[in-house]
């Protein structure tokens, strides 16, 4: 198998396949976490955005402007990324059950529990459905992304869809908190992405996906191009 990952931490990731390249949530720009920046990546196939929510909207618009990829979301997405001045012909917008093919790439959006929620430039606030996605690669490689969700039972979508990868985040990562406004602070989550792997799911969740249930250290972002090139990636196995 030849499809390869690049992680750019919070849930952002550049999944390469023999004939497809698929970028998801990729939030870099204010992420320290990111070896990369928004100008650093080849064209995509298609940019898949969870919600609405800064660390996964994140750099959508400037890669979709630049590029010209089409971008499947959710409706709060779409609202946003047409006001920050993507065309609407580039934007597919679905939800839960609605399967979309875009560039020969099926992806069908499947339940998460969590809120798309966005602020436009004319003070409107627009309010979607978060979308978990599952694709495949190539045959025997099935990817499973759900954004943000809370604890649910995920049984049913490893009994009808089987990824053999899951690209799970368990909560904000500390290092991110300040991205948070008002006076709450977010706590981690009770779930480590094994139990929700092994949560009925039945799929390798990669090691990089974790995000940190401690407190931990930013890591800066590389300096060198040469770094941001070959930072994180690492190969898929079933």
């Known amino acids: 198998m030849s499809t390869r990952l690049t992680y750019h931490g919070a849930a952002s990731y550049e999944i390469v396949g023999p004939t497809h390249r698929i970028l998801i949530d990729p939030f870099l720009t204010g992420n320290d976490l990111a070896p990369c920046g928004p100008d650093d990546f080849e064209t995509p196939d298609v940019i898949l955005v969870s919600h609405a929510a800064v660390d996964h909207y994140g750099d959508t618009p400037a890669i979709a402007k630049r590029t010209g990829?089409?971008?499947i979301c959710d409706a709060a997405v779409r609202a946003k990324l047409i006001d920050d001045g993507v065309d609407a012909d580039q934007i597919t917008p679905t939800t839960w059950g609605i399967v979309v093919e875009v560039a020969g790439i099926v992806v069908?959006?499947?339940e998460c529990?969590?809120?798309?929620?966005a602020t436009?430039?004319?003070g409107r606030t627009v309010i979607g459905n978060p979308i978990a996605f599952i694709f495949e690669t190539e045959p025997g490689v099935r990817i499973y992304h759900y954004g943000d969700?809370?604890?649910f039972d995920m049984r049913l979508i490893g009994e009808l869809y089987k990824p053999t990868v899951g690209l799970l985040g368990c909560t904000l990562p500390r290092e991110l908190s300040y991205l948070i406004p008002g006076p709450g602070t977010f706590l981690t989550g009770t779930e480590s992405t094994p139990s929700a792997a092994?949560?009925?799911l039945n799929c390798r969740a990669p090691s990089a996906s974790a995000r940190s249930s401690?407190?931990?250290a930013p890591t800066r972002r590389p300096t060198a191009k040469s770094k941001k090139a070959s930072a994180c990636r690492t190969k898929a196995s079933g």
């Open 69 to 71: 990829a089409p971008v």
């Open 108 to 110: 069908r959006p499947v």
């Open 113 to 117: 529990h969590h809120w798309s929620m």
């Open 120 to 122: 436009l430039s004319d």
């Open 149 to 151: 969700t809370c604890i």
């Open 198 to 200: 092994n949560s009925g």
């Open 214 to 216: 401690t407190p931990t």
